[in-house]
C-alpha cells in the first residue's frame, strides 16, 4: 500500500512537471521555459528561432566547445565565463594563440533584450553577431566551411541539431541555437530587484539605498544613459574618454563622423563582476569608472551632453558603489542551467 | 435578337484580335507571360594589356613593377538583357563571380527567347539583398555565409575583394602584401552596356562576356591606387569608393 502511494505521489509529480511544457508542433519540441523576473518585459523572440529545449541545449553545447575555433583551443565561453557574468575580466578580449582582440569582452547578461549587439552595434541579432567571433582573426579566426565540416563529423552533434532544427549541422542551426542559448541568460534577481521590484524593503542596506537615489538623482545624471529595468538605454554615447580616439567605435559601422567615439551603453548589471570597464577595459574598477564621470570626461565634438562633471564626497562615492553592487545577482552567476 | 447576335460576335472578334496583338508584342519585363525559357552562357575573365591573366599571374602594371593578383570575387545583381525592340527582362537575382573557383566565372542562365541588345546588372549587391542574413542561404548560393564574403564585424557584405601582391620597392621580391575589400550600399552601381544585337534561342546559347581590365583597376578614370602607398580598403573610405569606381570602369562587356 505505501508502496503504491509512493508511486502515485511520484506519478502526479511527474504529471505536473509534464503539464507545465508546452509543446510546440511546428517545432516538434517543447518550449524552453524562460523565467522572466518581475518588472521585466518579455524579451522578443524571432518567429523564425522560437526558443524549444533542444535548440538552448544545441547552443549552449557550442557555446563552451572549442570546435568553433581554428585550433579547437577557444569557445564562446572561454571570453564569456559564467562567474563573471560572461566576461573575461582581461582588458582586451584574449583569442586563438593568444591573440589580442580590439575591444573589452562585453557582459551577456539579459543580452536577449538588446537592441544591437557588440560595443559599436555592428551586429542588429544575436544570430548575426553569432557569426562574428568565429571567423574574427582575433578570436576564433575560423572559416564556417570548417566548422560545418567537423560538426558533420560529429554524431552527437548530428543528432542535436536534426532534434533542434530538423537539419543536418549549418550555419543557420550554428547561429540560431547560439542566440538562443544566449537568450535565456536573464538576470534579474539581485538585491536592487528584490527591493524595487519584488516588494522587499530590507533587501537593500542603507547605504544602498542611499547610493540609490544617487544614482537616479539629476546632478549626476547615471540614469540618463543607464536607464530602465536594464540599466542602458541601448543608445550610442561618447563618454568623453579620449580626445582623440584610436578606435572609432560606432563611426566604425556608420561612417559617420558624428558617431566618431560613441560606444553602445553597457547594462550595469553584475557591474561588480564584470571589470576593467569601458570598451577597452581602460578602468580597473568602479572607483575609477566614477572618479572619470565625476571629472565630466575629456572634450570630443562628439561628448554626451550629460557629463558635464559632479562633486560627491566619499561617503557618497562608496554609497553609489555600495548600489552598483546591489545590481549583483548570485543565483545568476552560479546558475547551473548556464553550464552544459 | 440578330442585333445581340452581331454584337457577340463583334466583341468575340476583338477578343481574339487583342489577344494575338498582345502574343505579337516583345517581352517588356519581369513576369512577362511570354518567357519561353532558353539559355545565355555568361562568363567573366580578366585581362591585362589586352591578354587573357589568370589568378597568380605574375604580370607588370602601368609603373612596370611586377604584380601578381591572388583573389579575386566580386558580385554582380539584377542581371537584365535589353530586348532589341525595347523593354528588358531580368535572368538573375546575384552571382558570384570567383576567378578562385575553378567554376566561379561562368554561368548558365536561364533567358527568354528573344533578340537583345544590351545588358545591365549590378556592381555589388543592393540594400535588399545586402542586408540577408548569410546563414539563411544553401551553401552553394551565392549569399551563403560559405562563400566567405560575408563581413561578419559589420553584418553586410564585400562586393568585391581584391588581394594579391607587388614588387614595391624593385627588388624582384613580390612582398607588398594589397588587400582591396570594398562593400556598403553607397558603392552599389548599376552599369549599363550597349551590345551587338544577340538572339537567344533555344538550341543556340550566346555566350555574354565580362571583361575585366586589371590595369584600369589600378590606373583608372577615379584615380590611381598605388599598391604600396594605399595598400588597402576594408570600409567604406575614399580609397574603397575610389577602388570600386576603377572596377566598374574596368569591365566591359561583348557577346558571341
Known amino acids: ?74 569557445s564562446c565561453a572561454t571570453c564569456h565565463r559564467l562567474n563573471l557574468a560572461f566576461t573575461d575580466g582581461q582588458e582586451l578580449s584574449k583569442g586563438i594563440v593568444n591573440r589580442t582582440g580590439i575591444r573589452n569582452t562585453p557582459t551577456l547578461t539579459n543580452i536577449a533584450y538588446a537592441f544591437s ?44 541539431f536534426k532534434k533542434a532544427y530538423q537539419r543536418e549541422p549549418d550555419a543557420f542551426g550554428i ?49 540618463e544613459c543607464h536607464s530602465g529595468f536594464n540599466f542602458t538605454n541601448n543608445h550610442f554615447e561618447n563618454n568623453g574618454l579620449y580626445t582623440v580616439y584610436a578606435d572609432a567605435g560606432r563611426a566604425r559601422i556608420t561612417n559617420l563622423s558624428s558617431d566618431v567615439g560613441k560606444f553602445k551603453v553597457p547594462t550595469l548589471r553584475n557591474a561588480e563582476y564584470t571589470s576593467p570597464y569601458m570598451h577597452n577595459g581602460s578602468f580597473s574598477s568602479l572607483e575609477e569608472v566614477i572618479a572619470h564621470y565625476a571629472s565630466g570626461g575629456k572634450n570630443h565634438v562628439n561628448k554626451s551632453v550629460l557629463l558635464k562633471g559632479f562633486n560627491i564626497s566619499e561617503t557618497e562615492k562608496q554609497d553609489l558603489i555600495h548600489f552598483l553592487k546591489s545590481l549583483s545577482d548570485k543565483e545568476f552567476l552560479s546558475n547551473k542551467n548556464f553550464i552544459p | 435578337m440578330k442585333t445581340v447576335q452581331n454584337a457577340l460576335l463583334f466583341f468575340l472578334l476583338l477578343l481574339f484580335f487583342a489577344s494575338c496583338e498582345k502574343k505579337l508584342k516583345p517581352p517588356t519585363g519581369e513576369g512577362n507571360a511570354s518567357f519561353i525559357p532558353a539559355y545565355i552562357k555568361l562568363r567573366a575573365s580578366f585581362h591585362h594589356s589586352g591578354n587573357h591573366f589568370s589568378l597568380n599571374q605574375v604580370v607588370n602594371d602601368q ?13 554582380i545583381s539584377n542581371i537584365h538583357l535589353h530586348f532589341l525592340q525595347g523593354g528588358t527582362v531580368k535572368i538573375e537575382d546575384v552571382l558570384l563571380v570567383n576567378f578562385n573557383q575553378s567554376a566561379g566565372a ?94 537567344v ?33 576594408h570600409a567604406t573610405n575614399p580609397t574603397a569608393f575610389k577602388f570600386t569606381g576603377n572596377f566598374a570602369d574596368a569591365l566591359s562587356l561583348s557577346t558571341y
Open chain 1, 1 to 74: 500500500m505505501k508502496r503504491l502511494l509512493t508511486i502515485l505521489i511520484l506519478f502526479t509529480a511527474c504529471k505536473k512537471a509534464a503539464e507545465k511544457k508546452t509543446f510546440i508542433a511546428s517545432e516538434g519540441d517543447y518550449q524552453y521555459h524562460l523565467t522572466i523576473p518581475k518588472g521585466f518585459p518579455l524579451p522578443l523572440i524571432p518567429v523564425d528561432n522560437e526558443l524549444t529545449e533542444s535548440r538552448v541545449l544545441l547552443g549552449k553545447t557550442l557555446f563552451y566547445d572549442p570546435i568553433l575555433s581554428l585550433d579547437s583551443s577557444v
Open chain 1, 117 to 160: 549587439l557588440m560595443f559599436d552595434g555592428g551586429a542588429e541579432t544575436l544570430e548575426l553577431q553569432a557569426l562574428a567571433p568565429i571567423a574574427d582573426h582575433n578570436e576564433m579566426n575560423s572559416d564556417m566551411n570548417l566548422v560545418i565540416e567537423r560538426l558533420k563529423k560529429n554524431k552527437k552533434y548530428i543528432s542535436l
Open chain 1, 175 to 223: 547561429t540560431r541555437s547560439i542566440a538562443a542559448f544566449q537568450r535565456t541568460l536573464i538576470s534579474g534577481n539581485s538585491p536592487f530587484d528584490k527591493y524595487y521590484f519584488q516588494g522587499d524593503t530590507t533587501a537593500l542596506s542603507a547605504s544602498e539605498q542611499r547610493g540609490m537615489k544617487l544614482f537616479f538623482s539629476e546632478s549626476l545624471a547615471c540614469s
Open chain 2, 63 to 75: 609603373l612596370g613593377r611586377a604584380i601578381k593578383i591572388e583573389l579575386l570575387k566580386f558580385y
Open chain 2, 106 to 199: 561562368e554561368f548558365l542562365i536561364k533567358a527568354p527567347i528573344g533578340t537583345y541588345h544590351g545588358v545591365s546588372f549590378g556592381l555589388g549587391l543592393d540594400a535588399q539583398q545586402n542586408a540577408s542574413d548569410p546563414s539563411t542561404f544553401p551553401a552553394t548560393h551565392p549569399l551563403s555565409v560559405l562563400q566567405n564574403t560575408y563581413w561578419t564585424w559589420a553584418t553586410k557584405y564585400r562586393f568585391i575583394m581584391l588581394d594579391g601582391k607587388g614588387d614595391g620597392n624593385g627588388d624582384g621580391n613580390l612582398n607588398k602584401l594589397f588587400s582591396y575589400h570594398a562593400g556598403d550600399d553607397l558603392l552599389y552601381n548599376t552599369l549599363q552596356f550597349s551590345t551587338a544585337s544577340f538572339q
Open chain 2, 201 to 233: 534561342k533555344t538550341k543556340q546559347i550566346p555566350t555574354v562576356e565580362i571583361k575585366l581590365d586589371i590595369d584600369k583597376i589600378f590606373f583608372g578614370s577615379n584615380g590611381v591606387i598605388d599598391f604600396v602607398t594605399e595598400s588597402s580598403t
